[in-house]
């Protein structure tokens, strides 16, 4: 959906409710953007030359000057596009940005408190990996962190991009925090170290 802007209405996604704002970023050029700003911030940072401290976070400026010259676009579709991107995955803060999860760079997030995390968290694998999580349970593979989601549907949904009939985890986070173990919750998305085979049930 389109992204704006309106003296009423404020920021928008899609249309203003007085229909008077005006669109600053098109779709299209939007899910453009969002991914080269997910790549830049969770993979490849120092290939544009940002300094990214050990939590991820870099300097607004210096994401907006490489956007500017790429795309031409300036602070307000950042901003923009943070606010409403639907998985969560930007945070601004201090006049610094940052991805709430999925690095393949070495960063630390910090540990949610438990009344933030769901009783029951879900995740989707690929059939031939059942027998070795049941083994020894879920590691994060080519992730620093196992990603899991608080529902079943947009678990499967993450489960298809790897295979079509992924097999469904449920995985007792209530548990897993009694016993000590931590999660992290990042926009819509929670992740951790590791899941032990005893908090994890297969549901097909
Ligand atoms: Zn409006």
């Given at each position: 959906m389109d992204l704006g802007i309106c003296d009423k209405c404020g920021h928008f996604e899609g249309?203003?409710?007085?229909?008077k704002g005006k669109i600053v970023l098109k779709s299209d050029l939007r899910i453009k953007i969002s991914k080269f700003l997910s790549g830049l911030l969770r993979h490849f940072p120092q290939s544009f030359g940002l300094r990214i401290d050990e939590e991820g976070w870099v300097y607004l400026d210096e994401v907006e000057r490489i956007l500017k010259d790429r795309y031409g676009i300036g602070r307000l579709e950042i901003e923009l596009i943070v606010k409403f991107d639907k998985k969560g995955r930007f945070e601004i803060r201090d006049n610094k940005i940052r991805a709430r999860y999925g690095h393949s760079i070495d960063v630390k997030t910090d540990w949610s408190e438990?009344?933030?995390?769901?009783?029951k968290l879900y995740h989707a694998t690929h059939p031939k990996n059942l027998k070795s999580i049941l083994n020894v349970g879920l590691l994060p593979m080519k992730r620093r962190e196992v990603h899991m989601c608080d529902n079943t549907r947009d678990a499967i949904e993450v489960g298809k991009r790897h295979c079509n009939n992924p097999i469904l985890l449920e995985i007792n986070a209530k548990e897993m925090l009694k016993s000590g173990f931590k999660i992290r919750k990042k926009g819509s998305v929670y992740t951790t170290d590791h899941v032990p085979p005893e908090f994890i049930r297969v549901l097909g």
């Open positions: 249309r203003c409710k007085c229909g438990s009344d933030e995390i769901p009783d």
